[in-house]
């Protein structure tokens, strides 16, 4: 069966780091792109980062540009998200994604990210 497991979430004061990670099993890898969105209280989901299957290409909200890094290792089947440089509104639930033929196909569970002094 499908899964992504995520890990590295957590409570960090601002301008701190966080690495998330992103393990899957029970699917090609390789075969799909892969997102990370978030969603904070009161908000809709929204999209924070995704990379292509062999990771030659990227594209980031606004918002984290600069401060985060989308990353995949295809060997370990596994999509990371570097987040540096922390903000208050950096404060949501992230949620790994695969995505294939264009269609957002697998979720992860979410791990909670909080930012505050």
């Known amino acids: 069966q499908v899964q992504l497991v995520e890990s590295g979430g957590g409570s960090v004061q601002p301008g701190g780091s966080l690495r998330l990670s992103c393990v899957a099993s029970?699917?090609?890898?390789?075969?799909?792109?892969m997102s990370w969105y978030r969603q904070a209280p009161g908000k809709e989901r929204e999209l924070v980062a995704r990379?292509?299957?062999?990771?030659?290409?990227?594209n980031y909200a606004d918002s984290v540009k600069g401060r985060f890094t989308i990353s995949r290792d295809n060997l370990k089947n596994t999509v990371y998200l570097q987040m540096n440089s922390l903000k208050p509104e950096d404060t949501a639930v992230y949620y790994c994604?695969?995505?294939?033929?264009?269609?957002?196909?697998?979720w992860g569970q979410g791990t909670q990210v909080t930012v505050s002094s």
């Open positions: 029970g699917f090609t890898f390789s075969n799909y792109a």
């Open positions: 990379i292509s299957t062999a990771g030659g290409s990227t």
């Open positions: 994604n695969a995505v294939r033929m264009r269609v957002n196909v697998y």
